[in-house]
């Protein structure tokens, strides 16, 4: 089974700094994707970023972007720019590819303060 | 597109009441989720279908919970009888296929008191 390690509970940032958030995954698998979720306090969950692990090429969306190592199944997420918006919990999430038979599973979090 | 939409967005309910909850994926998603959110023990996934077949019900806590998908544009969550340990945010997702995106609706918070 695949596991999903968020080794940080808790990050704190001041405004306009850049932060990066660690994720680290277990799998034997060649073929999945990686994503990084948000949920601000209003509890919505919202896609952030994916990257699809064929591709050696970072993601980017705006000011977040991934560092994917995928020999060292290290999936870290980098905020530049960080504004007050960016509070929030950041799941890292894993997904295999599995014909019609695909689900996520997800870190624990990482909760994110911006600081004004 | 509207999103994934859930109803209620909140329920309120007596120990020993039956509740349901509706979720619509987004049109042309052929996978659907739902998940139970706590602080104690966080995002679970309870439920998962595919082409409106169930895949996996290994995450349903037990018999009182329930979970159907009678076509692609509707599924329920339901919990008969319900029992304050129920309360939580559940959310519905849908995934959509190449590339793989999961969409999650806004949650429906449930209090059972």
């Known amino acids: 089974a695949q596991t999903v390690t968020q080794s940080q509970p808790e990050m704190s940032v001041q405004e306009a700094e850049t932060v990066t958030l660690s994720c680290t995954y277990d799998?034997?698998?060649?073929?999945?994707?990686l994503f990084w979720y948000k949920q601000p306090p209003s509890r919505q969950m919202i896609l952030v970023i994916r990257?699809?692990?064929?591709?050696?090429q970072n993601a980017t969306e705006n000011r977040f972007s991934v560092n994917f190592q995928k020999a060292a199944k290290s999936f870290s997420l980098k905020i530049s720019d960080s504004q007050l918006g960016d509070t929030a919990m950041y799941f890292c999430?894993?997904?295999?590819?599995?014909?019609?038979?695909?689900?996520?599973?997800f870190g624990t979090g990482t909760r994110l303060t911006i600081i004004p | 597109d509207a999103g994934v939409i859930q109803s209620p967005r909140h329920e309120v309910t007596e120990m020993g009441q039956e509740v349901t909850l509706r979720c619509k994926p987004i049109?042309?998603?052929?996978?659907l989720f739902w998940y139970r959110q706590t602080m104690m023990r966080g995002l679970e996934l309870l439920i998962y279908?595919?082409?409106?077949?169930?895949?996996?019900d290994s995450g349903m806590p037990e018999d009182r919970f329930s979970a159907k998908m009678p076509n692609a544009s509707f599924s329920t969550l339901k919990i008969q009888p319900s029992e304050p340990r129920d309360s939580a945010v559940y959310f519905c997702?849908?995934?959509?296929?190449?590339?793989?995106?999961?969409?999650f609706g806004p949650g429906t918070r449930l209090t059972v008191t």
């Open positions: 049109s042309g998603h052929n996978s």
């Open positions: 279908f595919n082409n409106n077949v169930p895949i996996d």
């Open positions: 990257q699809e692990a064929y591709k050696q």
């Open positions: 999430a894993f997904m295999k590819l599995n014909f019609g038979n695909e689900k996520l599973t």
């Open positions: 799998t034997s698998e060649s073929n999945y994707y």
């Open positions: 997702a849908s995934l959509r296929d190449s590339p793989y995106e999961q969409y």
